[in-house]
Each structure stands twice: as C-alpha cells, then as structure tokens.
C-alpha cells in the first residue's frame, strides 16, 4: 500500500475518449495549438495524472489490445492494469450461462468489471481522495449527470472533454494530429449494445473476436432450457425477492427471443449465426 492519500488518476478505457486524453498528455503543446486554446487553458482541463488506471475485463477487441500496449509504451509506470479478481467477463457469462444484458435485466458489466475494480484498486493503493479524469465526450455530458459515486465515496470526477468542448469529429482528427490515427472505439466484443455498423466491421474484419461473441451467445442458448427446465422440476419454488433460486431461471430466455445482440432487423433481435447470414446476403447482393 503507498499511503498516498490524494492522486490525480485517469481512468483509462482503451478506446479513442481516453485514449485522446493520453495523446493530449503526451503532446501537451501540439494539442493545445490544434485546439486553439492556450497551453494553460488545457492544463486546467487537464492535469498532469499520476496515473492512468486500465481495468481489464478480459473481453475486449484485438485492436484495443494493441492501442494499450503503445500506451505502455508511453507512459511506462504511469500505466497500472488491474483485473477483477476470479474471472474475466467472458469466464463470468460463460459460467453462468448469461448474456450482459439478461431479458428484464439491468447492465451491471461495466460496474463490475470497470468501475468496482478501479475503485478498489485505489483503495487498496490507499488512495483515499482520488480525483479521477473520466473520457465523456462534450455531447455526452447525460452520461456524466447519470453517473451517481458509490455511497461514502471521497473521490471528485472531472471530465476533461466535456470542459474543452470535444466531440467525436473532433477527437478523431486530434487523434491523427498527434500520432494516434487508429484508435478503435473500446466494448467487450460481446457488448450487446453495438449498432449494425459495429456488428458488421467485427464480422468481416474481426473474426477472432466474432467467435468470442458467438461463443458467449450459443453458451446462453444451451443453458437457457436447461436453467428453465430446472425450476419448473422444482416446483417454481421463488425467493423473497420473488426471483427463482441460483442455478434457476423463471423463463426460458432464448425460446422467448432473447438474443445476444440488442440490435434489431424489422423489429426482430438476431441471434449470433443469423446475423451472420444477414452479412453474407449483404456481401452476395453486393458481388451480384
């Protein structure tokens, strides 16, 4: 444990928003001259971080990988890279035979993969004050009002690109302004919140990471039966909570339309192996 009470950290993600405030560090200067700003006006928005804090959830695209290991690079020490304890949230959904976003569920991933794991790390770290630089882009500021501190939480949340006015556009050409042109926007491969586009790209040019997302949704489809079939052997016994019992599932998720992907085609969820075909009748209508 280091005792240091009070640091400045910067929760690092992987993808361009946190990725832009690396660069931004790193280039101090040639930023502040892109954005028109003086180098002081981005100092306030921007301190120098002590560290810049990646909590891993062993689940992310190959490319962002690679955009953090030139972030080693960089920043040598000042990177940390810590991990949930047990398991990844790829081990987590395939235990227990789950989607991120179970149907009537909330999304918790994040927070348990990602937000949990850097708060204890600082504590472990023993810093009890930290103020810690979060990469929400300037339109995105609902994301930042949404955001509620656990409770009894010491720590002060600043947003950089919110204080400097950047957006997306924005980001990207100081990204390549800066040296950093192919910074791949950061999920899990499996997040169930990407859009077709996303969907798409990872298909044709990401099929290590297809099979990953494949793999976690036939995991669900098989344990959707089994789980369902459980409880209603049992009696459809329910807890307090008027939830069914750990290893028990009160529907069968997948026979009702659940699907990995939120994303839908005519009102419809497609499961992993039809979007799959829905990209290849693209590609065949577009050889034909």
């Excluded at 040639?30 to 100092?43: P, V």
């Excluded at 600043?158 to 950047?166: A, M, N, S, T, V």
């Excluded at 859009?195 to 949704?217: C, F, G, K």
């Excluded at 992993?272 to 009748?281: K, L, Y």
Aim: with cysteine; charged share 30%.
């Amino acid at each position: 444990m280091s005792g240091v009470a009070k640091q400045v950290l910067l929760s690092y993600g992987g993808g361009m928003d946190s990725t832009a405030l690396i660069a931004m560090d790193q280039h101090r200067a040639a930023a502040a001259a892109y954005l028109g700003i003086s180098r002081a006006d981005l100092d306030a928005a921007l301190p120098r971080f002590d560290k810049a804090v990646f909590s891993d959830p062993g689940a992310e695209f190959s490319v962002t990988y690679r955009t953090i290991e030139r972030v080693k690079q960089a920043l040598g020490d000042r990177l940390v890279i810590t991990r949930k304890a047990g398991e990844s949230i790829a081990e987590w959904c395939h235990r227990l035979g789950i989607v991120p976003i179970m149907p009537g569920g909330a999304h918790v991933c994040s927070k348990k993969f990602k937000g949990d794991v850097l708060a204890a790390w600082a504590k472990d770290e023993g810093i009890t004050h930290p103020v810690w630089l979060i990469g929400i882009e300037a339109n995105e500021g609902k994301r930042a009002k949404r955001f509620t501190p656990p409770k009894d939480d010491l720590a002060e949340y600043r947003y950089p690109l919110i204080d400097l006015g950047l957006t997306r556009d924005r980001l990207e050409g100081l990204l390549a302004h800066l040296g950093w042109p192919d910074v791949h926007k950061s999920s899990c491969v499996f997040c169930p919140y990407m859009s077709e586009e996303e969907l798409r790209d990872m298909y044709l040019n990401h099929p290590d990471d297809w099979r990953v997302a494949a793999d976690i949704e036939a995991r669900f489809e098989e344990m959707s039966s089994i789980k369902h079939k459980a409880w209603l052997d049992a009696g459809q016994p329910l807890n307090k909570g008027g939830k069914a019992p750990r290893g028990m599932w009160r529907r069968d998720s997948w026979a009702e339309g659940g699907r990995l992907f939120a994303k839908t085609i005519s009102g419809k969820r497609l499961s992993v192996p039809e979007w799959e075909r829905h990209f290849d009748n693209e590609i065949a209508r577009g050889a034909a």
